[in-house]
């Protein structure tokens, strides 16, 4: 162990290296963690949001009102969030992987169309939603284009079934070019001395993908799994911008529940209450995946 | 074998190029319906006739009140550039510190920062007004530079340590001989070291804050007289949403310069992207 090395493990090196963290704590905990704090402590209330009134504690009525949903506005935004988290998760991934396969040669058309298929990425969610809703809306141009051949219109964003099809066809537009980056990163680290061998041994394109491709991709599809699911649970501004969630109620889902209604009507109890239950759930669903993708994982580990 | 291969090769040409051009139409339609009247845009929203083009929908668009273009493009680089700056600044030395402590209580404090990689930036919105406006910097550039940095920093700390323990020790401890301060070792040596890992997390916590609306929409106030770009375009496009004259001129300029950036810089920006995945 070399001698100057001590100096980090001393009890004054380490209070000066606790030092260094006290910027970075201080913005995280000051306005991260003390507002997951006065998340949890509002949800026990009713308030309002207004200076002059003083948040009253109602214990878990605010929880109550969730699980009951008096209104009945509450448990269709919990589905709609499910059907966006799941089957936008699942067809971001396929669509991803399915195109990192394709374009996994570095060729000049490739590089092209991973370009092509990146750049929603760069654009803001929400003005995604609005050139979509340009484009699908009743007066949009699809539509024309449909009304000028003689067709009957289409209801992408006017019956409440089409308009959550097209919400989560939007996303998976939107999204699934940084998932194939990351896939496509994923398959650089593929050995291609085991798929040459693979292949010696007799396996077709299938079984290569199925036995060693695949299993060498299980770190990916952990970090693409957990930051999908993530990212579709909390989506706001898409839902802003096309269809700021109608028709009715339609694709609401639990994040405008939370900022465009409970918030926007000054119940910050509820709003509260809502945000915990999301932060719960998000964080017990990236747990839950990374923990049942850890075996998936152990087998790529002793495959490489 | 020879044919087979290449049937193969031009299914999967073909399935690449329609899919790409699926992707582009969105941006034709915006491109080309920019230059036309409302009526046109309704009757052939596909095509451009040279005649009756006009770029005076853009120029609308350019001087609207709702959308002061410019403005809006200043303050959004400002927050990319500020939040950056704090994010950055501030998950430097505390990087350094955890990655070069091999002490518990630094393992724990890792796993504090990162537990925050897991909370909705947007959900967690609503308390951290009342913070703010207990602190007196709602409806401040300030508070919101300082809340779009503290949902930078568990990511980019992550990253950053990760890196630096990748770098020797040896390194430290030769400049503590030669009589060098933590602070001076840190920005002098470590810091200039870690310039691909400071891309990577300026690339991606600049897109994050430049395409960020609910966090300037609600702390910035809807009357704010700053405007970024994505809420100067919701000020100006929620409204009229089926005026389609000033629909795609003010989508066209919003995204034009930062498509211009993105294809100047895609090398840095996808690249950037999957080895923050990787390290992360």
Known sequence: ?304 | MTSKRTFRTAARVTVVAVLSAAMLVPMYIMVVNAFKPQQEILLSPLGIDFATASTEYLEAAWQSTSFPVVEGYAVSLFLVLACNAVAIGTAVPAAYAIARTPKLLFRILLMFFVAGMFVPAQIILVPAVFVLKSLGLMGTLPGLVLFMSATMIPFTLFVFSAYIRMLPRSLDEAASIDGAGRQRILWTIIFPLMRPIVATAFILNALGAWNDFVSPQLILGPGSEFRTITTGVYAAVSTYSTNYEIVFPTLLLAVAPILLIFVVMQRHIMGGLSAGAVKG
């Open chain 1, 1 to 304: 162990m070399p001698r100057t090395s001590t100096s980090w493990r001393t009890r004054a090196g380490a209070f000066a290296n606790g030092l260094l963290t006290v910027p970075a704590l201080a913005v995280y905990v000051g306005l991260l963690v003390v507002p997951v704090g006065f998340a949890v402590y509002y949800s026990f209330t009713d308030y309002n949001g207004f200076p002059s009134r003083t948040p009253t504690w109602v214990g878990l009525e605010n929880y109550r009102r969730i699980a009951d949903d008096p209104i009945g506005d509450l448990h269709p935004s919990v589905w709609v969030t499910v059907a966006i988290a799941v089957v936008g998760t699942l067809l971001v991934n396929a669509a991803a992987l399915g195109l990192a396969l394709l374009l996994r040669r570095t060729t000049p058309f490739n590089t092209f169309a991973r370009v092509v298929m990146f750049y929603p990425h760069v654009l803001s969610a929400l003005i995604v939603g609005f050139l979509w809703q340009a484009i699908l809306g009743p007066q949009g141009a699809v539509n024309n284009i449909l009304g000028g051949w003689g067709q009957s219109t289409l209801p992408f964003l006017a019956d409440p079934q089409w308009a959550l099809a097209t919400l989560i066809a939007v996303i998976v537009w939107a999204q699934f070019g940084v998932q194939l980056v990351l896939y496509l990163a994923g398959l650089q680290a593929v050995s291609p001395d085991l798929k040459e061998s693979a292949r010696i041994d007799g396996a077709g394109g299938g079984q290569v993908f199925r036995h060693v491709t695949w299993p060498a991709l299980a770190p990916t599809v952990t970090v693409t799994l957990v930051t999908t699911v993530l990212s579709l649970l909390k989506v706001y501004d898409v839902v802003l911008g096309l269809t700021n969630g109608g028709p009715g109620d339609a694709t609401q889902n639990w994040a405008y529940e939370i900022l465009a209604v409970s918030f926007a009507n000054n119940d910050i109890g509820l709003a509260c209450a809502q945000a915990v239950l999301l932060v719960l759930v998000a964080g017990l669903l990236s747990f839950t995946i990374i923990v049942l993708r850890r075996r998936a994982e152990e087998g790529a580990e002793s495959l490489g």
